[in-house]
Structure formats: structure tokens, C-alpha cells
């Protein structure tokens, strides 16, 4: 994952207990059902466009809100949200995202022209009639709408998985 990944330690009295019932080694397959609960949590706060702690993501602009398409902020293509996965690693759950853009819709960025005097991009509103038209700037910055993280949320997630394997282990 080179766009954009995120990794934070879980360190909560449940976790460990559940870690400890089951010997305190984590199975890769146990790893795996963890990978899979991050990402559908990551998955569903693109749906709601919202971060890890349940904050709306900045709104769009309304002039580029004019002239997108999709289903919401981020979601154009659907290309970012499809792109999220996970890598295990030893002990260790990655969740991130390898579109070359990731990174500046996580933390936000400044778009300036390399090779031009301007950039260059078409904007609704502006132009004929208010159809939209090509707009320059000197830069552009896009705001972050962090969908990467591990809030309440994937902290319920997580034990949740952990308390299925306890259950079906020791059930």
C-alpha cells in the first residue's frame, strides 16, 4: 500500500483479555477476520463521509459540487473507496490504500502547477450560461477528509472478531 496507510496499536484491557484466552498468539486467519472488519468499517465511513470519531468531512466546494458526479464526497468513481484493503504482517494489521491520490484526500494538500504557469480545470458555474467552464489557478487546496483511522467504532469491530474466535474456541 503506497498512497496512503495508517497504523495505530490497539491497547485496551479487553483486547488483551480476548489475546490471552486465546493463548496470546494471533492466527494469521484470526488477522485476516480483523483486516476485513477495518475495512468494512473504513467502507462505511465513506458512505457516510465521515472520520474515525463520526465528524463530517469538509464540504465540497459549491462550484465543484455543480459538476460532480457520484454518490458523495470521495466518491466519484468509487475508486478510493473500492481501493481499500489490508496487509497482514506478523502480528500487525495495515489498512490503507494504493491510489497515488490517498494520501492528499487523508491529510489534505496544495495542488501548484509543475511544468505550467497555472493549473488548469473546469469548475461549474463559471463559463456560458453557467454551465461550467475551464477555470486557472495558481494552486488548489483540497482539504483533508480523513477516511483512514481506528475509532470507537473499529475498536468494537476488533473485539467483536476476537470475541467470535474466543466464543468458537472456547464455546
Same mark, same amino acid.
Given at each position: 500500500?503506497?498512497?496512503?496507510?495508517?497504523?495505530?496499536?490497539?491497547?485496551?484491557?479487553?483486547?488483551?483479555?480476548?489475546?490471552?484466552?486465546?493463548?496470546?498468539?494471533?492466527?494469521?486467519?484470526?488477522?485476516?477476520?480483523?483486516?476485513?472488519?477495518?475495512?468494512?468499517?473504513?467502507?462505511?465511513?465513506?458512505?457516510?463521509?465521515?472520520?474515525?470519531?463520526?465528524?463530517?468531512?469538509?464540504?465540497?466546494? /459549491? %462550484?465543484?459540487?455543480?459538476?460532480?458526479? $457520484? !454518490?458523495?464526497?470521495? +466518491? @466519484?468513481? #468509487?475508486?478510493?473507496?473500492?481501493?481499500?484493503?489490508?496487509?497482514?504482517?506478523?502480528?500487525?494489521?495495515?489498512?490503507?490504500?494504493?491510489?497515488?491520490?490517498?494520501?492528499?484526500?487523508?491529510?489534505?494538500?496544495?495542488?501548484?502547477?509543475?511544468?505550467?504557469?497555472?493549473?488548469?480545470?473546469?469548475?461549474?458555474?463559471?463559463?456560458?450560461?453557467?454551465?461550467?467552464?475551464?477555470?486557472?489557478?495558481?494552486?488548489?487546496?483540497? /482539504? %483533508?477528509?480523513?477516511?483512514?483511522?481506528? $475509532? !470507537?467504532?473499529?475498536? +468494537? @469491530?476488533? #473485539?467483536?472478531?476476537?470475541?467470535?474466535?474466543?466464543?468458537?474456541?472456547?464455546?
Amino acid at each position: 500500500m503506497t498512497g496512503a496507510t495508517v497504523a495505530y496499536t490497539l491497547d485496551s484491557g479487553a483486547y488483551t483479555a480476548a489475546v490471552a484466552q486465546l493463548g496470546g498468539v494471533l492466527k494469521s486467519g484470526l488477522l485476516k477476520a480483523v483486516g476485513v472488519a477495518l475495512v468494512e468499517e473504513t467502507q462505511q465511513r465513506f458512505d457516510a463521509g465521515v472520520d474515525v470519531w463520526g465528524t463530517r468531512w469538509a464540504p465540497l466546494l /459549491p %462550484a465543484y459540487a455543480a459538476i460532480k458526479r $457520484g !454518490p458523495g464526497i470521495l +466518491r @466519484a468513481s #468509487l475508486m478510493l473507496q473500492r481501493s481499500i484493503t489490508f496487509a497482514v504482517s506478523g502480528n500487525t494489521v495495515s489498512v490503507g490504500s494504493n491510489r497515488v491520490y490517498a494520501a492528499v484526500h487523508q491529510f489534505g494538500a496544495t495542488i501548484r502547477p509543475v511544468r505550467a504557469k497555472a493549473l488548469a480545470f473546469r469548475l461549474g458555474g463559471v463559463g456560458a450560461k453557467g454551465r461550467g467552464g475551464f477555470v486557472r489557478a495558481q494552486s488548489v487546496t483540497i /482539504p %483533508a477528509r480523513p477516511y483512514l483511522g481506528f $475509532g !470507537p467504532k473499529d475498536e +468494537r @469491530a476488533v #473485539l467483536e472478531v476476537l470475541q467470535r474466535e474466543v466464543a468458537r474456541v472456547f464455546g
